[in-house]
């Protein structure tokens, strides 16, 4: 049924290991903000406002950001940060991936880092100390 939210609960015994995710909803398409971080295979278009965030966030000072990763196939993959001044708030939106598993996960995270040379590419920013685990936590590759 499209309208039907799921809720499914990952294998666990913490409430902190719960994965929450929305399956089966119909979604509206994309449509591009020049305000968003777009990644299109580590081509990374508005570079600079994801700077921005990720210094407000370092100095303590609210913000938030989208960023938007293209698959393969071309279908946009939405992750919507926004740091309230203590912690950042992610929504990962794969609804639009044809191939993907059609999840909205959220969770909330203290940290973000920078890793230089990490395995996917040069620079890579992933979210941590966060209360969900085997989430995916990668924010911006390129």
Same mark, same amino acid.
């Given at each position: 049924?499209?309208?039907?939210?799921?809720?499914?609960?990952?294998?666990?015994? #913490?409430?902190? +290991?719960? !994965?929450?995710? &929305?399956?089966?909803?119909? =979604?509206?398409?994309?449509?591009?903000? *020049?305000?968003?971080?777009?990644?299109?295979?580590?081509?990374?278009?508005?570079?600079?406002?994801?700077? #921005?965030?990720? +210094?407000? !966030?370092?100095? &303590?000072?609210?913000?938030? =950001?989208?960023?938007?990763?293209?698959? *393969?196939?071309?279908?946009?993959?939405?992750?919507?940060?926004?740091?309230?001044?203590?912690?950042?708030?992610?929504?990962? +939106?794969?609804?639009?991936?044809?191939?993907?598993?059609?999840?909205?996960?959220?969770?909330?995270?203290?940290?973000?880092?920078?890793?230089?040379?990490?395995?996917?590419?040069?620079?890579?920013?992933?979210?941590?100390?966060?209360?969900?685990?085997?989430?995916?936590?990668?924010?911006?590759?390129?």
């Amino acid at each position: 049924m499209a309208g039907l939210l799921l809720v499914l609960v990952a294998g666990c015994d #913490e409430r902190g +290991d719960q !994965v929450e995710v &929305g399956l089966g909803k119909e =979604v509206a398409d994309y449509e591009p903000v *020049e305000t968003d971080v777009v990644n299109t295979h580590g081509d990374v278009q508005n570079l600079n406002r994801f700077e #921005e965030f990720y +210094d407000n !966030v370092k100095n &303590g000072v609210e913000d938030r =950001v989208r960023i938007v990763s293209y698959t *393969e196939e071309g279908d946009p993959i939405l992750h919507d940060l926004a740091f309230d001044g203590t912690l950042i708030h992610s929504v990962r +939106d794969s609804r639009r991936d044809t191939y993907g598993n059609g999840e909205n996960v959220e969770m909330t995270c203290k940290k973000i880092e920078h890793v230089e040379d990490g395995t996917m590419a040069n620079n890579m920013f992933n979210l941590s100390d966060c209360n969900k685990n085997d989430v995916d936590v990668s924010v911006l590759w390129y």
